[in-house]
């Protein structure tokens, strides 16, 4: 008996491997805790079945929990109902049958749901709600109302969404101004899915609108991003006291949160460069260069993000040393700054800063973070007769 218990037991943990166990591993999305918060990873736009989406709600649970997610939102359409004929369509839901899972595995779920304006103004998520059906209002600005008396936060989603605007730029229109100048406009979507919108992130830092990035995930999320090759879904990073709702919310109205959409990260510099400053350590930051030899700085770079930086304002020091134009700190490794001496006859420590823009950590449109690599520098000149 015991011997077929055990074999039995052998069997349903094979069983188990052969049939996908090791899809059940959460890849931890790394990028550090910061300023005292928690970097909270969310996503807080994604459809199901009860709207237009191709998935069951508590599978959304599963995904997040396996691509290292700490929070989401469901928001299915209040209006878009394209599976009305063969389910019964409650706008709580989706939220209901997804939370269990979620809990389960120590997921936070956030109640949501977005709303259609069904002029250019576009759509609209409300995440924190109470009631979803309370939103299902014949005239988009009462279900906006709704949200807000329900406590919602409400954000303006994928402003430059080629259906509205074939170009892909967005347009501000009377109807924001009007949500906006009601305190009816918390968030915006600077980047939806794969698409970016530097107005979006202009208007976001201009108007202190909270920076939202989500995936508006509609199909199974594996069928979207190649997690094998390393992708990952767009995201908002939020820094958070914690990963409770009541935490998220803090920090989304106080704008906590910075943007991760492929390998850009996109924010208040602040937060951008405390994740930088956390992120990357000069492993020597004393090195010894002999006459116009070379001296090798090792870079380590603890988080995920690929740091793409391009030398920018280290004139001064470029007069003793050279240094590369461009340098990729990869993420999760250890990379290899090579800078030479430039004449034989310069002596003594010297603090070099060699100033670099990291292009891909977006503090405004088109401009990336400023930072130092600071060294001290050993120089020790070459005697006369003894260089090469
Ligand atoms: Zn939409
Ligand atoms: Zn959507």
């Known amino acids: 008996m015991k011997v077929i218990r055990r074999i039995c037991f052998l069997v349903l943990l094979l069983g188990a491997g052969s049939v996908g166990l090791g ?120 279900a906006i109302k709704a949200a807000v008396e329900q406590g919602g936060f409400v954000s303006w989603n994928h402003p430059g969404w080629k259906k509205q605007s074939p170009d892909g730029i967005p347009v501000w229109y009377a109807e924001h101004t009007e949500l906006y100048e009601k305190g009816w406009m918390h968030g ?52 958070a006291k914690d990963k409770s709702k009541e935490s998220i919310k803090e920090a989304l109205v106080n704008r906590r949160t910075v943007v991760y959409g492929k390998n850009m990260l996109i924010g208040e510099e602040k937060y951008l460069r405390a994740i930088f400053d956390e992120s990357v350590d000069v492993i020597n930051p004393e090195v010894t260069i002999r006459g116009k030899e070379e001296a090798r700085i090792q870079m380590r770079n603890k988080s995920e993000v690929d740091f793409e930086l391009v030398l920018k304002g280290a004139e001064e020091v470029l007069k003793d040393i050279s240094a590369p134009e461009k340098i990729t700190l990869y993420g999760e490794g250890t990379v290899q700054l090579s800078i030479k001496g430039k004449s034989e006859e310069v002596w003594g420590k010297k603090k070099m800063r060699l100033g670099y823009e990291v292009k891909n950590l977006l503090v405004r449109p088109g401009e990336g973070l400023r930072t130092e690599v600071i060294v001290d520098v050993n120089f020790v000149a070459v005697e006369k007769g003894e260089s090469k």
């Open 188 to 239: 915006i979507e600077v980047v939806n899915d794969d698409e970016y919108y530097p107005l979006a992130h202009k208007w976001a830092l201009e108007k202190k609108l909270t920076m939202l990035g989500n995936s508006d995930v509609h199909y199974p999320a594996n069928m979207l991003y190649e997690f094998g090759e390393g992708e990952h879904r767009t995201m908002t990073l939020v820094l």
């Open 23 to 142: 899809a059940w591993v959460r890849r931890e999305v790394k990028i550090p805790d910061v300023l005292g918060y928690e970097t909270v990873k969310c996503d807080f736009h994604i459809h199901t079945v009860f709207s237009d989406g191709a998935v069951w709600p508590y599978v959304r649970s599963d995904e997040a929990w396996r691509e290292g997610l700490d929070a989401f939102a469901i928001t299915d359409h209040i209006k878009n109902r394209k599976h009305e004929a063969d389910l019964r369509l409650d706008k709580n839901r989706s939220y209901e049958i997804a939370r269990p899972g979620a809990e389960a595995l120590g997921l936070t779920i956030i109640r949501g749901g977005e709303i259609a304006s069904g002029t250019a103004a576009g759509h609209f998520n409300a995440i924190f709600l109470k009631d979803v059906r309370a939103l299902d209002t014949e005239e988009w600005r009462d």
